[in-house]
């Protein structure tokens, strides 16, 4: 699913017009950036949580050299699902 389906549903499902969807979709989307920018986290009922969190810097190696590398220091983004929606995938 793409975010052009997820307009196209909530358009479809609500009624408004393409544009006003598109500008609902882009608007939660946008929301949901700047609370995990600033490292909050975000959860959604019934869906799941998306969380930053913070991996220190530490030595890799290139798998095909061997050479000892640096990896810096680094944010991630994780996504763990709700047991609502684990449930209903099974």
């Known amino acids: 699913m793409t975010k052009i389906d997820i307009i196209q549903n909530?358009?479809?499902k609500l009624g408004f017009s393409k544009k006003d969807s598109a500008d609902v979709v882009e608007s939660v989307f946008e929301l949901?950036?700047?609370k995990l920018a600033h490292g909050e986290k975000v959860k959604i009922s019934g869906f799941g949580n998306f969380v930053v969190k913070e991996k220190r810097s530490r030595r890799g190696r290139n798998p095909q050299t061997g050479e000892e590398i640096s990896i810096t220091a680094r944010r991630v983004l994780t996504f763990k699902s709700s047991q609502v929606?684990?449930?209903a995938l099974n």
């Open 10 to 12: 909530v358009y479809e």
């Open 32 to 34: 949901i950036k700047e």
């Open 85 to 87: 929606l684990r449930k």
